[in-house]
């Protein structure tokens, strides 16, 4: 187990001496620094992403990923080796600051309302695209915490369905039913939104 | 079912189990259940079957100096929240003062029962006011 998981699109990093996630976490249970910073190289770019999809806040996702390098740092003295994949602890850590801050958030993060187009770009279909980036956005963001997770970890993370399936807590079958109503959700959503849906709703 | 037949069953009706031909879903959900190629071949259609409109966010991965930023910062949070603890170096003496004190007390114990008594008659507050007179204090007012 490197860490090089296909899935979490790892950022290659420089400095790595490519020891394996478990090796580094029992440096890091020894106070060491350089392997805290090797961990944050190979995965800070995986949980930031993951961060950003689900708070749509550039500067929440900093803040998230960098609590996640913390609690590394807290618990690395407790990780088991062998026992799970780094990355996928890493993940729910994630998912679960991000869905505190979701739960707590009372309004629209001033970040995503002054998102605005670039006038510089001024051609049409820049705006048109961007417009219906917007719209995709949006419908994402109007989905319960759950659903959205769901999604983001398939669709965008490309998780495979166990490992995303322990990140939300849930057994693989309810992580498909999820997954599927989520789908659907995502779909009523952009319809309302002027979006064509992209594809048939159903169980799997 | 093998996995070619679930191959072809994917290929033809998508990954939808539901709308797979009636005698095929039950032994089609079983094997997607427990081979995990049969997994990997429904999930990688699923996610073709029904590709997610991009958001634009996809190239938006956190640069280089992002990513070295927050790990430093992160490091910062770590020593911010690293409280030394207190220095208690008493607490290495504590044994030694607490042998010290019993023979301190032992020894006063074992002096009041072995001196004999100076004199039965003389007055309680005599060795006071004695030690007062030498003391230069005038403890004469003690003695009435």
Redesign the interface.
Known sequence: MTGQQPWGRLSAAHGDDGADDDALMARVAQGDERALRQVGQRHYAATWRLAKRLLTSEAEADDVAQEVLVRVWNHAARWTPGRAQLSTWLYTVTYRLCLDRLRGRRHAPLEAAMDVADPSEGAAETMERRSEQRRVRDALASLPEKQRAALVLFYYQEMPGPQASAVLGLNLRAYWSLLYRARGALERALTRGGKEPFGRKGEP | MTIEEFAQLLAAH??????WPPGTRRAARRLR?QDADA??LW?AA??R?????????EE???G?V??QT??D???R??RQ?QVPAPSTPWLSWRPAGAVFATMAVAGWLAGTWLTPPAEAAAPATASLSTLFTLAGVGGDWLVQ
Do not use: F, M, N, T
């Open positions: 998508g990954p939808d189990i539901d709308h259940a997994r990997d999930e699923l996610r079957w029904a590709p997610l409109a991009g958001d634009g966010l938006d991965a956190p280089a992002r990513v927050g790990i910062a992160s490091l949070r770590i929240r």
